[in-house]
């Protein structure tokens, strides 16, 4: 077993900060098989800050980690540029071991409504402050639902650019009956669509955030 696992042992020397908070996993072509070895072999309890972006990680591999001692300790979790798609995402979301997640990076990957739909209702997210789902597959289902979660009670920052976003979703948006401490929104490069781009605008609920980047407020600049 030494044998088999020393290559775990190497990355984290060398990924693993001085203060032994942060642990860089990011660009080592980790795919489902060994995202499986991290999750039985790995379980830092200082460490606050994951990267493990830019690898091959899928469904099957992130609900493995979401469900070990790996994921517990976390404050800030960095998953974008992988192969994430909706089952995967539900798994994090439904996780006890995520409880302290702050910051939560998936952009780049395959989420859809579904996977969006469990983040807005996860109760073990609720500390989560910042969500980037940026550049994924998320429809009017998905922006509706984050639109009214009132489980992500302390979520400030949202992005959801360049996903497909259209009318629907884009008047939830415009409501946005939940996520009360919301403060930053970012939803550009989705459908344009004249009318949604128009609610966004005019929206007294949105003029309330610190800062909302849309494409008609881009043009405007």
């Known amino acids: 077993m030494a044998e088999d696992i020393s290559y775990i042992r190497k990355w984290i020397k060398r990924g693993l900060s001085k203060d032994k908070k942060t642990l860089d996993f990011s660009n080592k072509g980790i795919d489902n098989l060994l995202a499986e070895e991290l999750a039985e072999n790995v379980a830092l309890p200082d460490i606050e800050i994951l990267y493990l972006h830019s690898n091959k990680i899928k469904d099957q591999g992130l609900e493995e980690l979401a469900n070990s001692e790996f994921f517990e300790p976390l404050k800030e979790l960095w998953l974008y540029e992988n192969k994430i798609g909706d089952e995967g995402t539900t798994a994090l979301a439904e996780s006890d071991n995520v409880l302290q997640l702050r910051y939560l990076s998936l952009y780049t990957n395959k989420i859809g409504d579904e996977g969006a739909t469990a983040l807005a209702n996860s ?13 994924n597959r998320i429809g009017d289902i998905g922006a509706e ?24 979703g884009m008047q939830a948006l415009a409501k946005l009956s939940g996520l009360q401490n919301l403060e930053t929104l970012n939803i550009t490069y989705n459908l344009v669509h004249p009318q949604g781009l128009t609610l966004l605008d005019e929206s007294k609920r949105l003029q309330s955030l610190s800062l909302v980047k849309t494409d008609i407020l881009k043009a405007e600049d």
């Open 123 to 135: 109760k073990s997210l609720k500390n989560l402050e910042t969500l980037d789902l940026s550049f």
């Open 145 to 168: 639902a984050l639109a009214s979660s009132t489980c992500l009670k302390n979520l400030k920052t949202l992005h959801l650019d360049a996903n497909r976003i259209g009318l629907p």
